[in-house]
Nanobody, 123 residues
């Protein structure tokens, strides 16, 4: 599976961005997807996940602001980010796995990774 993340950029605090993750090489609808982020000097952290059933889950710091979704017909996942804060600035990575997990919060639970897209939120 190849993943291609896009949609990052520079935005002011309070603004919005939508990240996309285009997948190829495997039946997209069977994959669980996740978004992670990594700020300079910090570990990569989980942001949001979506199962094939479209059940979603989030880290507490983005609940109510971010929405993860998927369009199986387009083989693409999305992360809509609203009310952005400077602390959301990071490189964002999409990831996917064909394995079943009730919740996949850890990087080791994912088999495929996109290249990352930079999100910078100015204050």
């Amino acid at each position: 599976v190849q993943l291609q993340a896009s949609g990052g950029g520079l935005v002011q605090a309070g603004g919005s961005l939508r990240l996309s993750c285009a997948a190829s090489g495997r039946t997209f609808s069977s994959l669980s997807m996740g978004w992670f982020r990594q700020a300079p000097g910090k570990e990569r952290e989980f942001v949001a996940g979506i199962r094939p059933s479209e059940t979603t889950y989030y880290v507490d710091s983005v609940k109510g602001r971010f929405i993860i979704s998927r369009d199986n017909a387009k083989n693409t996942g999305y992360l809509q980010m609203n009310s952005l804060k400077p602390e959301d600035s990071a490189v964002y990575y999409c990831a996917a796995t064909p394995r079943y997990y009730v919740r996949a919060y850890n990087t080791g639970q994912y088999d495929y990774w996109g290249q990352g897209t930079q999100v910078t939120v100015s204050s």
